[in-house]
């Protein structure tokens, strides 16, 4: 088998509402990842078109998610932090992968099924692409690991199914150019830890969405501790106290969600937080849990909005990454087209 330099790539869509799903299931662990690889993280612009926006608040939103990555304590110096459509080669390849994916494919991807609804001639025809654009901004970095939330998946294993397809549509052509037998790694998810599915607060069965109209669902990243105690005093629970073991979860999916959300923002098991709060009563698990949020999570939301209030050094930093990220990008489409055979200068 070809190797590859380990290389971390991923993504989040500037749509608003960041949460703290978006912060456990992606953005924290970015921040872990920054120790032990090359990484890359990409404000997803040309995603968000997907689905309409207001030009004006997209450009805020864009701001937004660059400042909590570098709030969180993702270093843009080490490592890259751009946003997507600065560098061209995202849609370039995304085409290529066009032409690779079949229908098949990505009719089967859940995500587009619920986020087109019953309306699905409406849909966009980028909203139905969606999957192949994403992997292209992986692949455009033959990133070979890619930290993300479970609901991502299967969008990851599409990724992966569209490079193996490259690597052997194209078998001849990328050996006859020298670069071995496979041009694209198979990049790996890493969708770990405790809070790899953070549940809305009103409801154990939905996922934490930016997108739904109840406020209380979700703990933004900008919420204020008023706000954050608010919202977790006032999250559904049933009448039992915590149980002392992780099976004792089962079939309690809104203690399940407290209890994953409390370990991942203490880096602990939720074995380890049973062991500490088993037989407590929810108003006692509550009030730590109101603590540890407020104390994890005001520090970022505060650094978030300092930030914020200084547009010109989040768009440097932008451009910076941006640069950086197009050499990398642009060599991969060299690569790219001599292996498909087109003609460009040299
Ligand atoms: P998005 O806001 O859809 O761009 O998501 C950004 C990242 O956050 C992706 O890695 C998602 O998988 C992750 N994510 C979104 N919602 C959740 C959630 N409720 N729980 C865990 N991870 C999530
Ligand atoms: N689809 C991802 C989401 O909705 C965002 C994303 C776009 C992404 N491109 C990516 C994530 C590449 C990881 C790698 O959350």
Not at 63 to 91: C, K, Y
Not at 106 to 112: H, I, Y
Not at 204 to 220: A, Q
Not at 276 to 291: H, I, M, N, T
Request: proline letters at 4%; a neutral charge; charged letters at 25%.
């Amino acid at each position: 088998m070809a190797t590859f330099s380990q290389r971390v790539f991923s993504g989040v869509q500037p749509t608003g509402n960041l949460h703290l799903g978006n912060y456990l299931g992606a953005i924290q662990r970015f921040v872990e990842l920054q120790e032990r690889y090359e990484c890359i993280y990409c404000v997803v612009d040309l995603h968000a078109i997907t689905v309409p926006q207001k030009p004006a608040e997209l450009t805020r939103q864009i701001r937004e998610v660059t400042a909590a990555f570098l709030a969180a304590g993702i270093d843009p110096r080490r490592h890259i932090v751009f946003n997507q459509s600065q560098v061209s080669a995202h849609a370039e390849l995304a085409w290529v992968f066009n032409c690779v994916a079949r229908m098949g494919w990505l009719n089967r991807m859940t995500q587009f099924k619920e986020k087109a609804g019953k309306d699905r001639e409406n849909a966009s025809v980028g909203l139905f692409t969606y999957p192949d654009l994403m992997a292209a901004d992986i692949l455009v970095y033959r990133a070979t690991h890619v930290p993300v939330g479970d609901d991502q998946k299967q969008h990851l294993e599409l990724t992966r199914d569209i490079a193996q397809k490259f690597n052997n549509d194209y078998r001849e052509s990328i050996e006859a150019n020298g670069f071995g037998e496979a041009y694209f790694p198979l990049p790996e998810a890493l969708i770990q830890g405790p809070a790899r599915r953070v549940m809305s607060l009103r409801d154990g069965s939905r996922k934490m969405s930016k997108s739904d109209p109840s406020d209380y669902s979700r703990i933004n990243l900008t919420d204020s501790a008023d706000a954050i105690a608010q919202k977790v005093r006032k999250a559904k629970t049933d009448p039992l106290p915590l149980p002392s073991e992780e099976a004792g979860l089962a079939d309690r999916p809104e203690a399940d969600n407290l209890v994953g959300i409390y370990a991942a923002l203490a880096g602990r098991t939720k074995a380890e937080v049973l062991a500490e709060f088993g037989g407590a009563q929810f108003s006692a698990f509550k009030s730590a849990l109101v603590d540890l949020s407020v104390a994890r999570l005001g520090p970022i939301g505060a650094e978030m909005r300092r930030l914020m209030a200084d547009e010109a050094y989040i768009d440097s930093v932008l451009v910076d990454g941006a640069n950086r990220a197009r050499a990398i990008a642009e060599q991969t489409m060299k690569d790219v087209k001599d292996i498909l055979g087109f003609i460009r200068a040299r």
